[in-house]
């Protein structure tokens, strides 16, 4: 019998026996693995906690019972025993199940997640608000020990357990020694140097045999030791760290024994102050190719299930994080202040071969965005060159920092956003689509997108001679497979360039960063159908090219700007500006780019092509603005 097939809500896992539920903790397993095989996804993350989610869902009470899964991407399990099982196959696919947790998804998601670190700070504003409606239900916060690299899990901590102990609050650190990559810092090294949950009950049960067997004072003495216990646990182990937050401490404990898990929830449900269980569990767990490569199945791609293989459709270009890699580990061998700073994902943000040759200018700062920001600033004040390499949805977090540690002081610290425009099937939380629009708000900084992987090189040496802010964004993904020039060369900073122009022009054209591909597109396009268009390459979304552009403009009076960004305030918006303050208000303008909305996820294309930031949407843009585009294509078709 498939047990996972009974279960279509907590409750039907409560109706089971607890000897099955390592039967359906193997189902859970292999269901995740054979739909990830085939979707994609984070499958180490997700079956490390699996076991954790039977536990949990066994003994509390969801949704009554909130629980918080600190970034999402380890709630599969979860998905599977909320309601979720018949449609999992969906998962990450466009008007599919999202790959994190989503309010709007299942009651029992109790928070929409995907960026790390805010499991704590929500689920005490959860259980404050419940105490106020005089709700007894329990809030678990489920929170990995990468995630607890960040300065806002400590606040959330902080503020828990200085003046809020009546709160029913549960936080599960579930330490696999691992965030996407593996941990850094003093704090992941404290929580290594632990007693394993087996090599504790094993000397709890040699030390209690060997007390109970002296004589006469025997059984007091065992007594003495067992009060002792927890006094020496907390010493040894991380507990005293968060004893000093005023959390009750538990563990560590194995966290894929079911039965200790389940008996020790059971427990610690009753206790009113809050409580941090700690828990051990491994990264993979139950498929050996992401037990032995948990980086590689952090977040993968498709895959055979019988050997872990990578499935390729076909031999690609690059991607822009390779070229990266390559282009900013070429140039630190030329110049010794070239260093690297990343938070927590070396390895996504192609930095791994630069961490290896440059040790001593290789900077992990784990999941502290902030940190690292402000950390390259200091780095920069003593004259060298940090290239900061964070995701652009990731960079969000470090915004303050970038004005106040960077921007005033106009300091060189160059930020190459990773991951910028739509980003796919990660969905809402990790669009990069907001970069454009407040770096460009910002004194003093330089904002520049790349078209192809030759430019991206170009542009990573301009920011190394530049001196003072300076961001390079990159989308995901490959590249467009552009020839790379012998010898890299600067850019001028602000200086765009024609791509594409006919002898008649009808419409011009500007584009930024990836749209500059689907800008050329579209003029191949637009010509066959007898319309003439002028494509710029703006590179620069400040400083703009402002003489190219209103050169331009006051040739071709009609133009069509294009972006993978928000229009609410970005490369669209810039243009206008500049136009106005040109005195060319008789212009007509179409921005394309992202309205004001949250993108879902689903594939690239797809996404851009449903926002209309495609080819398809250059062309239309351009017709509507033509005053008789039907005489056009009627005349060329002629």
């Known amino acids: 019998m498939n047990l996972l097939n009974t279960i279509n809500s907590p409750d039907d896992l409560k109706k089971l026996k ?119 239900a329990k809030v678990i916060a489920v929170i990995g020990d990468g995630s607890m690299t960040a300065g806002l899990a400590y606040e959330g901590l902080n503020q828990a357990g200085d003046v809020h102990k009546d709160k029913n609050l549960i936080v599960i650190l579930n330490d696999n020694e691992m965030s996407i990559s593996p941990n850094v810092g003093a704090l992941s090294s404290f929580l290594s140097r632990t007693f394993s949950a087996g090599r504790l009950q094993d000397l709890r049960r040699e030390i209690g045999d060997f007390l109970k067997s002296l004589p006469k004072i025997g059984d007091d003495v065992y007594q003495w030791a067992k009060r002792s216990e927890e006094s020496f646990k907390t010493f040894v182990t991380p507990g005293m760290l968060f004893e000093a937050f005023n959390f009750d401490y538990f563990g560590p404990i194995d966290g894929h024994n079911l039965d200790h898990l389940i008996d020790i929830l059971n427990n610690i449900k009753k206790i009113q102050d809050p409580v941090l269980l700690h828990i051990t569990t491994k990264k993979g767990k139950g498929y050996r190719p992401a037990e032995d490569n948990p980086v590689h199945f952090h977040g993968c791609g498709r895959f055979k299930v019988a050997t872990g293989e990578c499935i390729q459709s076909q031999v690609k270009p690059p991607t822009y994080t390779q070229v990266f890699g390559e282009t900013i580990l070429d140039l630190a061998r ?50 060298l060159k940090p290239v900061v390499a964070i995701y652009s949805t990731f960079l969000q977090r470090a915004f303050d920092q970038i004005i106040h540690d960077v921007c005033i002081e106009a300091l060189p610290v160059i930020l190459a956003l990773d991951r910028g425009g739509i980003v796919g099937e990660d969905g809402a939380t990790h669009h990069g689509l907001f970069d454009l629009s407040y770096l460009r708000s910002l004194p003093n900084m330089v904002v520049m997108a790349p078209k192809d992987e030759n430019e991206l090189r170009r542009m990573l040496l301009t920011a190394v001679h530049h001196d003072g802010p300076i961001a390079v964004r990159y989308p995901r ?162």
Not at 69 to 94: C, M, N, P, S
Not at 485 to 494: C, L, R
Request: with cysteine; net charge neutral.
């Open 334 to 383: 030329r110049d010794p202040r070239i260093v690297a700073v990343t938070a927590a994902m070396p390895e996504g943000t192609g930095l791994a071969k630069f961490s290896r040759e440059f040790p001593d200018r290789f900077f992990d700062v784990g999941i502290a965005e902030q940190h690292g920001v402000t950390f390259a600033a200091g780095l920069a004040a003593e004259g």
């Open 477 to 638: 993904g490959t590249a467009p497979g552009a020839s790379l020039d012998d010898s890299i060369t600067p850019i001028a900073i602000g200086r765009a360039e024609v791509v594409c122009k006919t002898d008649n022009d009808d419409v011009l054209v500007i584009a930024i960063g990836q749209t500059v591909v689907e800008a050329v597109r579209a003029h191949t396009a637009l010509r066959q159908q007898g319309i003439g268009a002028t494509v710029i390459n703006a590179r620069f979304v400040k400083p703009l090219d402002t003489e190219l552009i209103a050169t331009q403009a006051e040739r071709i009076p009609r133009i069509v700007t294009v972006e993978d960004n928000t229009r609410e305030g970005g490369f669209g918006s810039a243009v206008l500006e500049a136009l106005t303050d040109a005195g060319l208000n008789a212009v007509q303008v179409v921005r394309l780019g992202i309205d004001d909305v949250f993108v879902s996820h689903g594939p690239q294309e797809k996404l851009r092509h449903i926002h209309k930031i495609d080819a398809d949407a250059i062309v239309a843009a351009a017709k509507r603005l033509l005053p008789h585009p039907h005489l056009k294509a009627t005349a060329a078709e002629n």
């Open 18 to 136: 607890r000897s099955q539920l390592k039967k359906v903790a193997a189902e859970l397993r292999r269901t995740i693995v054979k739909v990830v095989s085939c979707n994609g996804g984070h499958l180490a993350p997700s079956l490390g906690a699996v076991d954790l989610a039977v536990a949990l869902h066994y003994v509390f009470d969801s949704p009554t019972d909130r629980i918080i899964w600190d970034v999402g991407h380890q709630a599969y399990a979860h998905k599977l025993l909320t309601g979720r099982r018949e449609v999992f196959d969906t998962i990450r696919q466009h008007e599919g199940l999202s790959g994190f947790t989503r309010m709007s998804e299942s009651v029992h998601d109790a928070f929409t997640t995907g960026h790390s670190s805010t499991s704590i700070s929500a689920a005490l504003g959860i259980a404050s608000a419940k105490r106020i409606r005089g709700e007894q």
